[in-house]
């Protein structure tokens, strides 16, 4: 790849992509908007900390006000069923969860209720909401994305609330960044958190205790047994369908393409993978890019 080409890739994966209206080209002052695929479960009880503190990958006890946790639940073989943001508002926790994904999150979270004294529900009338590159968060309960600080913010609000962003400008910035997204880019009862960042993205806690499936997730981290994981990657040509093969020049396949939006997407691959790499993917080409905040195998430590 020439020089030129490789930087264009960097610059491109180093801000949030401006979102336009009509043909007019115009760069988003606020970006904000809200994620109509997303819902809130409501978890009530005096119990509620303790009792979600056995389950998922991440510290509860360490959402507050103004604070959320980004955490997994996950099988007891340690894949990925679902992941979620944490907020803790009074007396209850507000989980910001995929809303395809939330009847089976209550339901899996319910079977560990024994004698537990919490309450699970999916909450009705809340809008979850997104905004980045600056724009103010809202009043009432709002939080950092606890991922990366260029993620943005993250709101639960009464109603949906207009902004000047779609939801797939959200798409772009988080692609742009290489995060996941739930079941766009991860497979329920196969994906590990590692394969997906948690590590690195503040998903999981080495110090909390025990939860269900952490031994894959402490076993895979400690023995180094990583093999693959998601890279940002730079689409030229026809946007490749999520799991369409991902191949090196020759023909071998190295992984699959997960979710993309308009020129970028994250693609699971086999390692090594380098800064500027090139595949083919369907009929596209795929560029990789490694942002800062991943730790390869030999960076880890």
Not at 71 to 77: F, I, N, S, V
Not at 136 to 155: N, V
Not at 182 to 191: A, H, I, L, R, Y
Not at 249 to 272: F, H, T
């Amino acid at each position: 790849m020439v020089a030129g080409g490789l930087a264009r890739l960097r610059a491109l994966h180093s801000v949030s992509l401006p979102c336009t209206r009509g043909v007019t080209g115009q760069i988003c002052a606020m970006p904000q908007t809200t994620l109509p695929d997303r819902a809130v479960v409501e978890l009530t009880g005096e119990d509620r900390v303790a009792f979600l503190q056995g389950l998922v990958s991440n510290d509860v006890a360490l959402a507050a006000p103004g604070r959320a946790v980004w955490t997994a639940l996950l099988t007891p073989q340690g894949k990925w069923l679902a992941d979620f943001f944490i907020f803790a508002d009074g007396e209850r926790l507000l989980l910001d969860v995929e809303a395809a994904q939330a009847p089976m999150l209550v339901q899996r979270l319910s079977r560990f209720r024994l004698r537990s004294k919490v309450a699970l529900a999916v909450a009705e009338g809340w809008a979850v909401q997104a905004g980045w590159a600056g724009t103010p968060a809202p009043d009432g309960i709002s939080t950092p994305d606890p991922r990366h600080p260029e993620a943005g913010w993250r709101a639960l609000t009464p109603s949906a609330a207009a902004g000047d962003a779609s939801p797939a400008d959200y798409d772009r910035h988080r692609l742009a960044l290489g995060l996941p997204d739930g079941s766009k880019d991860m497979e329920s009862e196969k994906s590990t958190l590692l394969e997906a960042g948690f590590d690195e993205l503040a998903g999981v806690s080495w110090s909390k205790g025990c939860y269900m499936g952490q031994e894959l997730t402490a076993r895979t981290k400690y023995r180094g047994l990583l093999k693959k994981r998601f890279f940002p990657v730079h689409v030229e040509g026809p946007l490749p369908a999520r799991g369409t093969p991902v191949l090196r020049e020759g023909g071998a396949e190295v992984g699959e393409m997960r979710s993309g939006q308009e020129g970028l997407g994250l693609a699971l691959l086999r390692m090594p993978v380098a800064e500027g790499d090139t595949f083919t993917c369907g009929e596209a080409t795929l560029r990789v890019h490694i942002p800062a905040w991943i730790r390869l195998p030999e960076q880890a430590g």
